[in-house]
């Protein structure tokens, strides 16, 4: 029985030799994803400069995962970082912890939090994956963004339907 089972793997081995192998250029072909995909976590600013995170910790309640750190201080007249009282001086995710719920992005009341497309988060050391407030304030560099794919016009739902 068991010279059988080792001939048929060797028949489909054999079958697969002579097909044209199908093969994606990743780094420089990225396949897009779809829009409602949710990939890197991104903090943002107000067209003025300042940063929309006043510190409030919603997204850090909101997290199953608990895996958002933030740590708020007084704003002053001198130096101001948000347009509230406060801000975030210190704004932590640990993206190894990180399973990409959403919970973060719904909580936000000001939208200064959102995950956007990228998937690229592989890094060398478990240091490496706890994002900080400057990481996630920073832009994406064009040639890491990650292309989204064009929303299929059967997943939107009809109201009264």
Known sequence: MAVVDSL??????FRHLFRKPVTQQYPEYKR??????RGRHRLH?????????IG??????ACPADCIRVV???????????PGER?????EINMSRCIFCGYCELACPFDAITLGHDYELAEMSRDAMVYTKEML???????RTTPVAPADPFDVV????
Do not use: W
């Open 72 to 82: 708020a201080d007084e704003n002053t007249d001198e130096e101001r970082y948000s």
């Open 56 to 61: 409030c910790s919603l997204c850090a309640a």
């Open 137 to 143: 304030l920073e832009p994406m560099h064009p040639s």
């Open 45 to 53: 600013r107000h067209e003025n400069g300042l940063e929309k995170c």
């Open 87 to 91: 801000y975030a001086r210190i704004y």
């Open 32 to 37: 897009p994803v779809y829009p409602r995909f």
């Open 158 to 161: 009809e109201p009264g339907q």
């Open 8 to 13: 048929k793997g060797f028949g489909v081995t």
